[in-house]
């Protein structure tokens, strides 16, 4: 049977544990909701992620597929600026800035997806 | 010695729950391309993941059903066998067509899936989208017919009664596929779910803190993602169909997707975007269609006679209006300030 001292050690290393891993993903949490990770997905693969937030300088590139996206981001937004696919509704979509944001190239089969929780609305129907 | 394993075994489990009742309250969210759209879906619950893939699997089998664009599949081969003789077809084409008959008959033939010809003219949802011959229309036209759709239930079959007609099962095998998901969501044990199959969305229960889902209205004349309103949903089902979601211009004209059986053109009805809520998605798919096609004022009082189902209808003029079932869990809310909310007609 476990002795007294066994039940504090218990107790203490229990609490310990728990508010270490309370902490721990509040902490991650706030890292999470503080800068914007945008995800570029290729063919149902994630192919890139940017931290929109710390991009200082104007940055292109293009996914190449059947089609071909031309990809910018700036700080804090991201968007298909140019793209030969015949609909057309990824550059209609225009910029991307706020979590849950989703651009997609449906022909191309790219998507771009800021992650994290939209705070107004949890879809659009369309 | 011993003891210390003790305690650091019931420390391990004690951390391992902790985890797995953190994981229980975030989702599990997943983007996938299918039906020549892409399919995003949240899922609550710890067989979420389970659920999902299960999910994206019967969406792959039901588009291979459905689509045209396979000539193995139970549309591609009604078609070609068109006219000559019944073909047996999956159980769920075999719903399909039955609904499809039925809201076809409802509506008075402003939904029609024998449109296939005429879909097919005008190149819809290809790379080559292009205004048709007006002739070739209106010969076409005489092969759109709902009451030439022959099913036989008791041998799993079903034909077209003419040669050469076609049906086409884009505007309603979404809305089958929708429901599919929320069927198996359940039998999965999920009680909180979302799903957005290329803009129809069909949510099970209610977020996992209680609050209903809130699901924006596209606003028909912006970029994706923006809307004019957002209507809070549990259990429910809604369906939009609009002028801006597929479209080209030719000689500065726009033609849409969407075509009216009855002319063969893009219909031109007063309305540029019909949405429906309902509590299943099938029915909410076929009907966003249909009203869209029939215009305001018919729509308004044909969808008031519909019990459990309302709609939301935004006009050429940019007015918008809903049903009086939704007076409740509408909320008008036009950020680009363009549209009028009517609330009062």
């Not at chain 1, 700080?75 to 800035?97: A, F, H, M, N, Y």
């Not at chain 2, 063969?264 to 009203?291: C, E, F, Q, R, W």
Request: glycine share 8%; hydrophobic share 40%.
């Amino acid at each position: 049977m476990l002795k007294k001292g066994d039940i504090i050690l218990l107790v203490i290393t229990a609490l310990l544990s728990i508010s270490g891993y309370v902490g721990y993903s509040m902490y991650m949490d706030r890292i999470e909701s503080l800068s914007k990770i945008a995800v570029i997905r290729y063919e149902d693969q994630t192919i890139r992620r940017i931290n929109i937030d710390t991009v200082d300088k104007l940055m292109e590139f293009t996914v190449n597929g059947i089609y071909n996206n031309k990809i910018l981001v700036e700080k804090g937004r991201i968007r298909v600026i140019e793209s030969d696919c015949p609909d057309q509704v990824c550059v209609r979509t225009g910029w991307l800035t706020k979590t849950g944001e989703l651009a997609v190239c449906v022909p191309n089969r790219l998507m771009i997806k800021i992650e994290g929780e939209n705070l107004e609305i949890d879809g659009v129907t369309h | 010695m011993y003891k210390t394993l003790k305690v650091a075994i019931l420390v391990i489990i004690l951390i391992i729950a902790l985890v797995a009742c953190k994981g229980w309250q975030k989702p599990v969210e997943s983007e996938n391309f299918l039906m020549g759209t892409i399919i995003s879906q949240r899922v609550y619950g710890k067989n979420a993941q389970k659920a999902i893939d299960a999910v994206n699997r019967r969406i792959l089998e039901l588009e291979e059903l459905m689509t045209v664009n396979r000539s193995a599949g139970d549309a591609s081969k009604i078609n070609e066998m068109s006219g000559k003789s019944l073909v047996p077809i999956d159980q769920s084409t075999l719903q399909v067509l039955k609904k499809a008959v039925y809201f076809s008959r409802l509506t008075g033939g402003a939904f029609d899936v024998t449109v296939g010809k005429i879909v097919q003219l005008w190149g819809i949802s290809t790379d080559n989208p292009n205004v048709p011959d007006k002739q070739e229309i209106l010969d076409s036209l005489k092969l759109v017919n709902y009451e030439d759709i022959i099913i036989d239930e008791y041998s799993c079959s079903a034909g077209l009664r003419y040669e050469n007609q076609s049906i086409d099962l884009g505007g309603i095998a979404k809305g089958y596929a929708g429901d599919e998901a929320i069927r198996l969501y359940k039998e999965y044990g999920i009680t909180s779910a979302y799903i957005n199959l290329g803009g129809n969305v069909v949510v099970l229960g209610k977020k996992p803190d209680g609050s209903p889902w809130r699901i924006g209205i596209q606003n028909p004349r912006s970029s994706n993602g923006k809307y004019i309103g957002i209507v809070e949903v549990a259990d429910k089902t809604v369906v939009t169909s609009g002028d801006y979601e597929r479209f080209f211009e030719k000689d500065g004209v726009r033609y849409h997707h969407i075509i009216d059986p009855k002319t063969g053109y893009p219909s031109n009805s007063d309305l540029i975007s019909s949405t429906i809520i309902a509590d299943v998605s099938v029915d909410a798919d076929a009907l966003s269609t249909s009203t869209f096609i029939m215009g305001l004022e018919k729509s308004i009082d044909f969808v008031e006679n519909l019990e459990g189902v309302e709609g939301i209808f935004i006009t050429k003029d940019k007015k918008v209006y809903a049903t009086s079932g939704l007076r409740d869990s509408f909320r008008f809310s036009d950020e680009s300030g363009e549209f009028e909310y009517v609330e009062k007609r």
